[in-house]
């Protein structure tokens, strides 16, 4: 095993977990890709993860659209413990995450956003960020924690970027 065993959630087309991927794959990150999911069946991110033999997850079908029913989030949730993974990483996942995910993965999830929040929310936020020739661009990561008093937060990291070049 190299590091930390990773499941990954996407929904779009795999550009951060192929950058992920990449990383692994040249020593920069020390971990390795057990598992990957999606709540979308024609997502390009389970095309990039058959490619590189990994294991592909579709969750079933929800009524709604930016969130899944909490049944449907704890076979994801099964699905990840059964993989045994160390940590849920969201990378283009875009549905609003629940507490069967967020109790199972409490302090061992980050959610991998390719822009400069609150600016630029929502869908194509670096085309977003490119128009408005924002000077930096980069992604945010959050890691949420509970305090003592039970209430969730998140912390937030940015990895910078100027320019458009693959930054591993």
Known sequence: MRGL????????????FVALARAIERDKIPAEIVW??????????LEHA?????????????????????EIEEELALALEKARVDLLVLAGYMR??????LRKFEGRMINIHPSLLPAFPGLRAWEQARMAD??????HGYRQYRDRRGYR??????HERRDDRDPW
Do not use: M, W, Y
């Not at 937060?153 to 940015?158: D, P, Q, S, V, Y």
């Open 5 to 16: 065993r990773l499941g990954v959630l996407g929904s779009g087309q795999g550009s951060n």
């Open 36 to 45: 990957v999911g999606s709540d979308r069946a024609e997502a390009k991110i």
């Open 50 to 70: 058959k490619k590189l033999n990994l294991p592909r997850v579709v969750c079933r079908k929800s009524n709604f659209r930016t969130k899944l029913e909490p």
């Open 96 to 101: 609003v995450v629940k507490d069967p995910l």
């Open 134 to 139: 924002q000077a930096c661009r980069g992604v």
């Open 153 to 158: 937060h998140a912390l937030r990291e940015l």
